[in-house]
């Protein structure tokens, strides 16, 4: 009961930070678009299940590495420095590896059919943050915190950088537009995280707290408002189909591609009745050999609002 009454509080907090952000910058309401419930149900799964199991994975696998005698004396030297030094080199190293790793989704198939998942959102707000496959928060959240593990840094101080750093990465997902000057270089921007939603997974921006390793590896893409985001691979658009989707064949047909939950009976009807091309119109089904779209076109952003 507890860990229920947390999340809702979590939601609370976190939807009367962003919502209104959203709506003085952008005009945007996140629960009056498609899907956002499909959000919403990821929003509760990580609050309420993924978190915790992948906490607990994380401490499991890191045990063993923890026992390196080899890291007594790094811990004992990095433990001399003063506090803010040691937050300063966690953090730094802790975006080294996830620009790293974020680029290696990005590069690697077997990678990107689960980070993918995160990019199947149309409508990129804050609420769309919580979009991800839990095998992606463990991955993510393994490179993040590797250097703070390994180095010893006390706990108490880093949770606070995560709580922090937490509430920026929904920042980066929302509409709000805060100009935030040159300081976007060193914790990023919304309009830099928006760009590297764009459909073309190569578009760019993988250091999404830390932008200054897109500039030092050549990674700094675009940063115009995309035409739309997304992916532009069939997908499912319910929580269980896009937990399972990364498992399965991509190129074999399914009832829920693109939010095709179900078969539509009134296009059965009509191919019986002889009435194919009308239906064919209608669902937007491409003839054979070209692309299929999904029965509600894939709108920009702000198309879709």
Partial sequence: ?????????????????????????????????????????????????????????????????????????????????????????????????????????????????????????????????????????????????????????????????????????????SRARVPLGPLKWLVGSPEFHRAHHAPDPHVGHYANLAPYLDVLFGTHGPTDEPERTGVTEPHPDSWTGLLLWPFRSRGAPSSEVHGVDRVDERLATRIEGGHLAGSLEHHQLAPPGEERHEVAPVLGAEGRR
Avoid: K
Wanted: charged letters at 10%; proline letters at 5%.
């Fill in 1 to 173: 009961m507890s860990s229920l009454v947390d999340a809702l509080l979590h939601l609370g907090f976190t939807a009367a930070l962003f919502a209104p952000l959203e709506l003085a910058w952008a005009g945007h309401v996140a629960w009056r678009r498609p899907w956002w419930t499909t959000d919403l149900a990821f929003f509760a799964g990580q609050a309420l299940l993924f978190v915790p199991v992948v906490g607990f994975v994380i401490l499991v696998l890191a045990a063993p590495v923890l026992q390196w005698g080899a890291l007594g004396p790094l811990r004992g030297a990095f433990g001399t420095l003063p506090g803010g030094a040691q937050l300063l080199i966690a953090v730094a190293l802790g975006d080294l590896c996830a620009y790293w790793g974020h680029r290696a989704q990005h590069a690697w198939p077997v990678l990107w059919r689960i980070h993918a998942v995160h990019h199947t959102a149309r409508d990129v707000d804050w609420l769309a943050a919580f979009r991800e496959h839990p095998l992606d928060g463990l991955y993510t959240q393994a490179l993040v915190n590797l250097p703070a593990l390994v180095l010893g840094l006390d706990w108490r101080a880093w949770l606070g950088v995560l709580t922090f750093r937490g509430l920026w990465a929904i920042l980066l997902h």
